[in-house]
Nanobody, 127 residues
Framework: QGQLEESGGGSVQTGGSLRLSCKSS????????MGWFRQKPGNEREAVAS???????NYADSVKGRFTISQDNAKNTVFLQMNSLQPEDTGMYYC?????????????????????WGQGTQVTVSS
C-alpha cells in the first residue's frame, strides 16, 4: 500500500462535475501540504492546485473559478471538486504530498516541492 491513495475519477460530459479524493496513510507524509497535478495525453505533467496544512490554497490559472481544493485534516484527506469540466481537463490526475515543515505562505505549485505521489486517477471529459 502506497502513501497516497486517490479515488473519484471517471467520465463526464462537458459541463459536468467530479470530486477527487486522496488519503494519506500518515500525517507525516502530508504535514507540509498536498496538491493535485494532471498529465494530459502527449503533454507534460502540470500543476492544478495545492493546499498547505494551514489551509491556504493556490490554483493554476486554467482552473481558477472552476476547481476547489479542500482538506479534512482529521482524515489526512485532500479533495478536488471539479466543476464546469471541459474536454481539455481530460487527463490522469495525480495527488501529491509534502512532509516536513514550511509553507507558511501560499503553497507552491512546483512538482519538486512534493515528496510523495499517488498512482493517479483518470478523468475523461467528453464533448
Amino acid at each position: 500500500q502506497g502513501q497516497l491513495e486517490e479515488s473519484g475519477g471517471g467520465s463526464v460530459q462537458t459541463g459536468g462535475s467530479l470530486r477527487l479524493s486522496c488519503k494519506s496513510s500518515r500525517y507525516q507524509y502530508r504535514s507540509r501540504g498536498m496538491g493535485w497535478f494532471r498529465q494530459k495525453p502527449g503533454n507534460e505533467r502540470e500543476a492544478v492546485a495545492s493546499i498547505s496544512s494551514g489551509g491556504r490554497t493556490n490554483y493554476a490559472d486554467s482552473v481558477k473559478g472552476r476547481f476547489t481544493i479542500s482538506q479534512d485534516n482529521a482524515k489526512n484527506t485532500v479533495f478536488l471538486q471539479m466543476n464546469s469540466l471541459q474536454p481539455e481537463d481530460t487527463g490522469m490526475y495525480y495527488c501529491a504530498s509534502a512532509g516536513g515543515g514550511g509553507w507558511t505562505g501560499v503553497p507552491p505549485l512546483a512538482a519538486e516541492e512534493f515528496n510523495y505521489w499517488g498512482q493517479g486517477t483518470q478523468v475523461t471529459v467528453s464533448s
